[in-house]
């Protein structure tokens, strides 16, 4: 469904209890992690492109990996003349983020290319897609990490380890020592 800009803010709430329509800077912290601007787009799209049936991308869907299981379909957009425009060829979603007057700003992605694009374009009265993501429990803090002094540096390798002495309230899902020889490894 294609929803216009009052319908995704709406105190009635479009998405579940717990859940929101991220940020412009929420969708910054994904688009950084996919490795930026010029190839996360391809690895948000679904990978499906003709003969399927829609939703799918037209041909050719340059990049789509879909590595980061977002499944992401071309739903186009709805003008405020109540037109529907791209379906196919192009995937638009709101952020939650407005600009000024009656513009809010939408995440832009298109069947020709990898990269995902921030847009600027579209008035509150377009209808575009969602996508709605979890909201983080209030109750929940950072862990706490203590790392172990790093020994035995050789050329090519060490040895390191830690433990999370306090979860924040939240599930461990990843544990790991991560170096490199240049600051701040990602």
């Not at 399927?52 to 071309?74: C, K, L, M, Q």
Request: proline content about 6%; glycine content about 10%; some cysteine.
């Amino acid at each position: 469904a294609l929803y216009n800009w009052h319908a995704v803010m709406s105190p009635h709430k479009l998405c579940p209890e717990q859940w929101h329509i991220p940020s412009l800077d929420e969708w910054t912290v994904l688009i950084d992690y996919l490795g930026g601007e010029y190839a996360a787009g391809g690895k948000l799209k679904s990978t499906r492109t003709d003969p399927d049936a829609h939703p799918r991308w037209n041909s050719p869907n340059v990049g789509a990996t879909d590595e980061a299981n977002w499944s992401g379909f071309p739903g186009g957009y709805r003008n405020s003349q109540g037109n529907f425009n791209e379906l196919g060829p192009t995937g638009v979603w709101w952020t939650s983020t407005v600009i000024e007057g009656n513009l809010a700003w939408s995440q832009f992605i298109m069947n020709t290319d990898v990269s995902i694009i921030q847009n600027n374009d579209f008035s509150k009265g377009h209808g575009i897609s969602v996508r709605c993501v979890w909201s983080e429990d209030p109750q929940t803090t950072l862990p706490t990490v203590i790392t172990t002094q790093v020994h035995d540096i050789m050329e090519t390798s060490a040895f390191s380890g830690g433990n999370v002495t306090d979860d924040g309230g939240a599930d461990v899902t990843a544990r790991g020592v991560v170096w490199a020889t240049y600051e701040n490894p990602g």
